[in-house]
């Protein structure tokens, strides 16, 4: 809409009024509004006028601009959003964050100053208040733990962090590590997070060992609803283990975390984890506890040791017999264990719909290998005819190089493919364990090598069995355990 301007004569007349008033409030002779009536004004004058003048325009533009952020106001609540379903309304507001140290970006705490519906709306919705960073101030913790009824996380990760732009730099502090993001845990804030522990779904740490020392007292405080605990301490001493603390009792976690931290490792909390990462740390669980830890969580899918070094780990730490440790579900490993003696046994089976990465995290500690499906058994061909680096990181051996037992079996549906499946296995044997392969390093033969496999679906292998008995010994074609129609050999 194209609006047109007042006339002269009624801003005339509108300031001649405005001007009146001031003439009456304050008993002094000021000009009417006429601009000539400014020219025979003596100097001393002119500069009172001027001050009532700026002083009849403050209050109206005053007046005007509550005028119109109230007829905004009125416009804004006839908007379709203010319409919005409660729930439809929830989805919306679950986007913005509930609070900002940015100002170009907009949280919950400044939209719930728009109107009394935006405020009731985000008030009693308690799943938009989930997380509560360590720096928070105290007076918003509070507010945080009274809006929200629902389990909570408590994190490291700072206000600034989490509510910054792709394009917006994180401040550090500039004396620590780079890439260390570093933050100041208010007064009162750590006793706050512990006097709400029960209300603690989550608690994830990366923080200084000042840091630490702040949160311990959360670490070891009544949680019954934690299920995901992480704590990583970076710096600034590398040769210092934080700890031990002692984890309350309570439900088992689903995923424990630990860097350069140590606990009391006989927790029956450590039990039915989903993912276990410990590193860094000279107070290490003894190679009892973490079998225990391990056999108790046979729904593991992601294990993680690296640089653990228990207090007087040896051989005698080990007591009595342990029956194997079973972990159907494992999707991840991560290995570094050079300083364990004796290293643990590992045995890999490898269903046909299961993950299977790669062998290289396995690679020093399997002593048994047994894949099904064409997949992973053409995985497996080529990744055991690489070297892989040593533990010593000094020097590179064969993939696995302890292996005991390999099993490659392949499902009765699935037919040969001379490149995929004869060319590497064949290349294998040559390569590896046999004098005339090119690599000068041969490895120890293991003492069973089994395909299993229906010879019509595969018969470049199985016409070539005799060859492949004849560079290692134990190599066998079998067809037990393989589902198929057509004829034996």
């Known amino acids: ?81 203010h319409r919005l379903p409660l729930d439809i309304l929830s989805i919306i507001l679950d986007g913005f964050p509930v609070w900002s140290s940015s ?97 603690w779904k989550e608690m994830d740490f990366t923080l200084s060992c000042e840091g630490y020392e702040k ?32 984890l309350s009792t309570g439900p088992p976690l689903k995923e424990l975390v630990l860097y350069r931290v140590c606990t009391s490792w006989s927790s029956p909390r450590f039990t039915n984890l989903a993912r276990l990462d410990l590193g860094g740390t000279n107070s290490g669980p003894s190679i009892n506890q973490l079998l225990r830890i391990l056999s108790n969580s046979p729904k593991l899918e992601h294990l993680s040791l ?69 997949r992973h058994c053409r995985k497996a061909l080529r990744e055991l005819a690489t070297q892989a680096p040593s533990l010593d990181s000094e020097s590179t051996s064969w993939m696995c190089p302890a292996l005991l037992n390999v099993t490659l079996e392949y499902e009765g549906s699935e037919t040969e493919n001379v490149s995929l499946d004869f060319v590497p296995l064949r290349s294998l044997l040559h390569q590896r364990w046999s004098n005339s392969g090119p690599e000068s390093v041969i490895a120890p033969q293991p003492p069973s090598f089994t395909v299993i496999c229906l010879p019509y679906r595969f018969p470049l292998m199985w016409a070539a069995r005799t060859q492949f008995a004849g560079i290692m010994p134990s190599f066998r074609m079998e067809t037990e355990d393989v589902e198929g129609d057509g004829p034996d050999d």
């Open 103 to 199: 100002p170009g970006q907009t949280s919950l705490v400044d939209l719930i100053k728009v109107d009394r519906v935006w405020y009731h709306a985000i008030g009693n919705l308690p799943h938009l208040w989930k997380i509560v960073p360590l720096d928070t101030p105290p007076k918003l913790a509070r507010l945080v733990l009274e809006r929200s009824q629902l389990p909570l996380t408590i994190t490291s990760l700072s206000m600034v962090a989490m509510t910054r732009s792709e394009d917006q730099a994180v401040p550090e502090d500039p004396t620590a590590p780079e890439g260390m993001v570093t933050m100041t845990i208010p007064a009162g804030l750590p006793e706050i997070a512990v006097g709400a522990s029960e209300r």
């Open 306 to 374: 690296v640089s653990l070094q228990p207090p007087n780990y040896g051989a005698s730490s080990l007591s009595g017999t342990t029956e194997p440790i079973v972990l159907e579900h494992l999707q991840t490993l991560n290995l570094f264990l050079a300083t364990w003696d004796p290293l643990p046994e590992i045995k890999l089976k490898v269903e046909k719909d299961a993950p299977f990465g790669s062998l290289v995290p396995w690679s020093s500690l399997l002593r048994s290998l047994h894949v099904k499906g064409s």
């Open 1 to 81: 809409m194209s609006l047109k301007p007042p006339s002269e004569d009624a801003v005339a007349k509108a300031l001649s009024i405005l001007m009146t008033s001031m003439r009456e409030k304050n008993g002094q002779d000021f000009v009417l509004g006429d601009d000539n009536a400014c020219e025979f004004l003596p100097t001393p004058e002119l500069a009172d006028n001027v001050d009532a003048v700026g002083l009849a325009k403050s209050c109206m533009v005053k007046r005007m601009d509550a005028l119109v952020a109230r007829m905004q106001h009125l416009r804004n609540l006839a908007s379709p959003i």
């Open 215 to 246: 949160v311990e007292q959360l670490l070891e405080a009544s949680t019954p609803a934690l299920e995901v605990l992480r704590v990583l301490v970076k710096y600034p001493s590398l040769s210092r283990t934080m700890g031990p603390f002692t």
